[in-house]
């Protein structure tokens, strides 16, 4: 309690500084934000083209309904499968000129076989999953052929593992950058009270007593400058997605994290500062 009011009072005295001092937390904060923003919609991206992934088998042209039910059926019961649809040979030609309406006019039914749509579920859409139940397919006797994209599943999920690489990567860089910036706002603020410390180490306080006004100091610059980044960081959202094109913002559980990450970037940047100054004298 003592440390809690010694921090206010500390802030009291020095606004500015106190002020400038959650400003610069919340910018640092704020273009990891950004980064987080841009990393969190090109996932977003991913996985809408990742629900894309499904296998199609061919059905051979004169194929008993009941033998084609029958492996829907057992295919449905595959554990990575999520469902099944038949697409007849009329269903098939209304897809293709839905889906090529400038070609709408080549396609005949008699040239689209119908089809056993497999859909797979979410996290088994690796390309050796949709390899291994492409030839599980392959080995009923009505299906002239499956085709499931397999080069482009591949550089799906490379390109999904570069992006997960190089977004750790530059985040992890990006919250060693916020440390340092917070670390050195914090140490502006110990160094003007770099008399005020030295008087009360020289009456017998202990380092933890100097410490802890600090520490809560940055505990609350911390999370007031998170808050005022999130704020930023949905003013660039917002500017974005009604001025260029359809962005996602984070949701309620990354906001929460993105405040305790603040608070404890904000803990440590002031803990390592008052360290560091207590070391010297």
């Given amino acids: 309690m003592l440390a809690a009011r010694e921090a206010f009072n500390a802030s009291r005295r020095a ?11 919340a910018f640092s904060l ?22 894309r992934v499904e296998v199609r088998a061919f059905v051979s042209e004169g194929t008993p309904a009941d033998a084609i039910a029958a492996a829907m059926a057992d295919i449905a019961v595959f554990p990575e499968v999520a469902k099944v649809d038949y697409i007849s040979q009329e269903g ?6 839905r889906d090529m309406g400038e070609f709408s006019d080549v396609f005949e039914e008699a040239m689209l076989p119908a089809s056993l749509d497999i859909h797979l579920r ?8 949709v390899e291994a139940v492409a030839d599980r397919v392959k080995s009923y006797q009505f ?24 977004g750790l990567g530059l985040g992890l860089a990006f919250a060693a950058v916020s440390i340092i910036i917070i670390g050195a706002t914090i140490r502006v603020s110990v160094l003007a ?8 180490r020289l009456v017998g306080a202990t380092d933890s007593f100097v410490r802890a006004p600090f520490l809560i ?22 500017l974005v997605d009604t001025q260029l094109f359809s962005v996602v913002f984070f949701d309620p559980r990354l906001i929460a994290v993105g405040l305790v990450c603040g608070a404890f970037i904000g803990l440590l940047g002031s803990a390592t500062s ?3 100054h207590l070391r010297r004298i």
């Fill in 143 to 166: 299906v002239d052929d499956v085709r499931y994209g397999e080069e482009w599943v591949r550089k799906l999920y490379q390109l999904r593992t570069i992006a997960a690489g190089t």
């Fill in 193 to 200: 009270r770099a008399r005020e410390i030295a008087i009360m």
């Fill in 15 to 25: 606004p500015l500084l106190s002020m400038l001092g959650i400003v610069t937390i």
């Fill in 30 to 51: 704020f273009a990891f934000g950004l980064f987080a923003l841009v990393a969190v919609n090109i996932r977003h991206a991913l996985r809408n083209v990742e629900q």
């Fill in 217 to 238: 100091d940055g505990f609350v610059k911390g999370i007031l400058g998170a808050v005022l980044a999130v704020g930023l960081t949905w003013v660039a959202y917002r």
């Fill in 122 to 129: 979410p996290g088994l859409r690796n390309p050796e999953t």
């Fill in 92 to 97: 098939a030609l209304e897809r293709a000129r």
């Fill in 274 to 276: 008052v360290w560091s």
